[in-house]
């Protein structure tokens, strides 16, 4: 739907100061005063007259004052003169009471007259005021009234030119596939036309290599001599170049986008098989569409049929849309390619103006103009002048309506025509045009007749003026509770601003816990191995020996320059507009920066699951290299949770169309059907089995290779050839590099920080027991392995056994008394899964004593403690034997709680 701008905002009439709001009080209780002291006498009492709390103040100070007088009198005055004495002093009352009755009589007078002049003078003045502001307020609904008449017309516009947009889309939809007649292309015509669309011409551009043009053109030969023998048909014809006058046939290209179908035919004779893709207006047109994939509209166009002056005509062309349900062939290697053909709609701007401004009720002029025209200029596209039977036609009256189209002006003189006139932006496809809508002379006119009349009556009948202060009192009110409204939807606003800046947090921070711990801690597992092997007497004595040592060092490397590479890009991602991760394309050799270091970091010796690689020398492909092995990693990952025994295969090859094939095949028990299309969703709770601790992880590979143009999928026809393991097989397609891209250097950065803490304590034995059962739950392989190796260095004697999920673990302890079990947080399992507290809550349930020690990378410890374990510790474990002692120490003989926080830093 097109979208426009430009419309003015009418900002309320500011109230009146706050002293024209308070006088009116002042006069309406002082002439209340007054009107009551006027018929008061001389022996009135205080309730007789309404007066201010000042006033009654004074009164009863001066009544306070005579009390204290009487009674000292009193004091003073003995014997028969005491009756005397208090009749004089009831006179003194009521004399001084009488005295201040009339003083403040008086005063009320004085201030009534000031006041009663006051609003004599403010009467006038707001007589005045009411002028100027009722003249103004019918200007500004005149206004108001073109506004709304000018949005309406807007609307209209937009609402036309969806229909042929629509109509475009109806057209493509039949076409496509091209599986269609001429006899059908007329029936969608005809349609189109049936509901009152008025066009040129609807056409269908199929997309046509070299090689069918001779095909294309016999059969439009044939057609044409048999029904349309007038016309002289020449094949695909065009605009050869960009400065061509007159269409000739197509120079040979490689392919072309002719208008093969077209309705009506008589009148568009010259029309046929015109290659949009020739040059000019018409080929940007096409391209736009093909690399968009949206409808687009040409620059402005003079038909050749058209017999009108300043009559001009634009050609819309559809490119249709993307079907999911075609995306995608029994063939792996074969793709539906969209965009392909384009339907196309020649549209005369005076129908699309007719068909906006039919029926409407106010008399208008409107322009259109192409503001995104290629010359850089806004060019005018066509204008029409509305006119009805009575300029003062009101709303829902039957009336009449002429259309009368204009000669062409610029938009800047069009601007300076009228002083009622608005201008707004519509987007219309790849277009940006400027609608400008004028008030004719003579309409729009303000009614101020009444306005007269008002000012006269106010200054008439002042007392009018205490409703015009309740009037202006209630739109301030008004005004202050949209403001209050205001200031509260922006405070809501920047609730959920800090609320998206939270979550974006903590999916930064799910992200460094899912990808940087597993690689760090096969790091220093491998390094510790290295310096114990180091730091014999004899280091590197025996063949084996040496190429153990290689292969720890080659994990070390892969997975430090991994982890490396990864946190170098953090600080662009985390500056990544609308949280996307920036990736550096360029010609990545598949076979060495990728397969070969991710095979490395899969690999394990003694393992049952052989890690193979199918690559072929010289294969690159364009993608950024520490996302691509990131994406790889990630799968091959997956993989080894589910592998036992068989294979892990890394393949790369290439394929038709320029695409480089990469997967990742494995001997496992497949995905199960239910969650294969949720497989690439993020934080799915029935996903976590397959993705551990944040479910991001086939979320990450999904918008990693989004981000290298390419495509990733699971292979739904795969199987290994094991029998009862089906296997899996996810796809990564990508771009094959131009010959122009040179594959660059790879950096090795490698750094690494063994630094730990240790633990010191006295309160714990020194030695670790020489026998123990030792229960090792994790359902990452590598690191059970490396765990195993690790606590063998400093207990040789202890029995380790491993368990990939909580299952495993509960099946376990059905048979094994252990003296300790380590279990992860989040563990992974095809059919279903346990998290760590759980499975910890059903070992007490069922009856389980031995000591458990939660394990995890994030900071789980009271959930854990919570669950039923003794004691928590973070991921990666210390490879250090002193460090790895003490820790083993502390977990064993150490009571909840008691955590060195900063290991897990």
């Known amino acids: 739907m097109a979208k426009f701008s430009g419309l003015k905002e009418q900002v309320p009439t500011a109230p009146p100061p706050e002293e024209d709001l308070e006088n ?16 008061a006498t001389t022996t009135a009492t205080i309730k007789q007259v309404n007066f201010t709390p000042l006033q009654l103040e004074q009164v009863k100070e001066g009544t306070a004052v005579h009390a204290k007088k009487q009674k000292q009198q009193q004091k003073q005055q003995q014997g028969p003169d005491d009756n005397n004495g208090i009749v004089d002093d009831d006179r003194s009352k009521s004399s001084d009471t009488v005295e201040t009755l009339r003083s403040l009589t008086r005063m009320a007078g004085a201030s009534t007259k000031r006041v009663t002049f006051f609003i004599l003078v403010l009467g006038l003045a707001v007589s005045g005021a009411f002028l100027g502001l009722g003249i103004s307020s019918a200007l500004r609904a005149q206004e108001e009234a073109f506004d709304r008449n000018a949005v309406d017309l807007v609307n209209k516009i937009s609402t036309s030119w969806s229909d042929y947009v629509n109509a475009a889309a109806i057209l493509h939809g039949r076409c496509r596939g091209r599986t269609f007649s001429r006899q059908d292309f007329r029936e969608v015509y005809e349609y189109l036309t049936g509901g009152g669309l008025q066009f040129q011409a609807a056409q269908f551009d199929p997309n046509i290599t070299h090689q069918d043009r001779a095909y294309y053109e016999q059969e439009a030969r044939e057609f044409y001599a048999q029904y349309y023998p007038h016309i002289d048909y020449r094949g695909i014809i065009g605009f050869n170049y960009d400065n061509s006058t007159t269409l000739d046939p197509r120079n040979n290209a490689s392919y072309y986008f002719p208008i093969h179908y077209m309705e009506p035919v008589v009148g568009n004779e010259r029309a046929i098989d015109l290659d949009y893709h020739a040059s000019g207006s018409r080929k940007r047109t096409v391209l736009y569409c093909m690399d968009h994939g949206k409808p687009a509209l040409t620059d402005r166009l003079f038909l050749v049929q058209e017999t009108v002056e300043s009559a001009y005509g634009v050609v819309l062309m559809h490119p249709g849309y993307n079907l999911t349900s075609s995306s995608s062939s029994s063939n792996n290697n074969e793709t539906t390619v969209w965009p392909k053909d384009l339907a196309s709609i020649v549209i005369r701007i005076p ?4 068909r906006a401004t039919d029926n409407q009720q106010h008399p208008s002029l409107v322009y259109v103009f192409d503001k995104s025209d290629s010359s850089g200029i806004p060019l005018f596209l066509g204008g029409v002048k509305i006119t009805t039977d009575g300029d003062d036609t009101e709303e ?34 790849n277009k940006l045009w400027t609608v400008s809508v ?88 491998a390094c510790s191995f290295v310096k114990t092997a180091i730091n014999k007497k004899e280091p590197f004595k025996d063949p084996e020996s040496l190429a153990t040592t290689r292969d720890d060092v080659f994990i070390i490397d892969n997975a430090l320059m991994f982890v490396n590479d990864l946190l170098r890009n953090m600080l662009d991602m985390h500056r990544a507009t609308n949280n996307q991760l920036r990736v550096t394309l360029c010609a990545t050799d598949v076979l060495h920066d990728v397969l070969e270091p991710v095979r490395a970091m899969l690999t394990q010796r003694g393992g049952k699951v052989d890690v193979q690689i199918s690559c072929d020398q010289a294969t690159f492909a364009m993608a950024d290299r520490l996302r691509l092995k990131q994406v790889m990693l990630n799968l091959g990952r997956n993989s080894a949770k589910f592998v036992d025994e068989g294979f892990i295969r890394l393949t790369a090859k290439k394929v038709d169309g320029g695409i480089v094939e990469l997967a990742v095949e494995d001997s496992g028990p497949g995905v199960p059907n239910e969650k294969k299309k949720m497989l690439f969703q993020k934080y799915q709770e029935s996903l976590d089995m397959l993705s551990q601790g944040t479910g991001i992880g086939l979320f990450l590979c999904k918008n990693l290779v989004d981000l290298m143009n390419g495509h990733i999928y699971l292979d739904d ?38 630094a730990s ?17 030792l229960l090792f739950c994790d359902d990452d392989p590598i690191l059970r392995k490396l765990f195993s190796r690790t606590v063998r260095t400093v207990a040789p004697g202890w029995n380790i056994r ?14 094994v008394k252990f003296d300790l079990i380590f279990m992860d947080m989040y563990m ?78």
């Open 802 to 815: 491993e368990a990939s999920n909580g299952e495993t673990a509960l099946q376990l302890v059905e048979t």
């Open 438 to 525: 004028l008030a004719l002379d003579g309409t729009f006119k303000p009614d101020i007749v009444f306005v007269i009349v008002g000012g006269v009556f106010f200054f008439v009948a002042t007392m009018g003026l205490a409703y015009w202060v309740h009037q202006n009192t209630h739109r301030v009110a008004k005004i202050n509770r949209l403001k209050a409204e205001a200031e509260a939807e922006k405070a809501a606003l920047i609730i959920e601003s800090a609320r998206k800046a939270a979550e974006a947090e903590r999916e930064l921070n799910d992200f460094i816990a899912h990808e940087v711990r597993n690689p760090v801690a096969a790091a220093m597992s």
């Open 351 to 354: 129908d699309l103006l007719r």
């Open 24 to 39: 009116p009080r002042q006069e309406s209780a002082s002439t209340t005063m007054m009107n009551s002291a006027n018929t």
């Open 717 to 754: 026809n795969f199987d290994c050839g094991l029998p009862g393991c089906p296997g899996t097989r996810f796809v990564v397609e990508l771009q094959v590099p131009t010959e122009d891209c040179m594959p660059s250097e790879l950096e090795h950065l490698i750094h690494g920080d063994g």
């Open 396 to 429: 829902g009256e039957d009336s009449s309506t002429t259309l009368e189209f204009v000669q062409e002006k610029e938009l800047e003189e069009v601007q300076g025509s009228s002083h009622i006139y608005q201008e707004y932006d519509i987007e219309v496809a």
């Open 828 to 905: 992974a399992s095809v059919q279903k899964q346990l998290l760590g507290t759980e499975t910890v809550n059903e070992l007490r349930n069922r009856g389980v004593t031995c000591r458990i020690c939660g394990l995890s990378a994030n900071d789980k410890e009271a959930e854990f403690l919570e669950a039923g374990a003794d004691v928590f510790t973070f991921k990666p474990f210390p490879c250090e034997k002193r460090a790895l002692r003490q820790e083993l120490i502390r977990v064993l003989y150490s009571q909840a709680g008691d955590l060195d926080t900063e290991r897990g830093a």
């Open 757 to 773: 803490k240790s633990l010191e304590s006295t309160e714990y034995p020194s030695e670790l027991p020489a026998n123990l059962n």
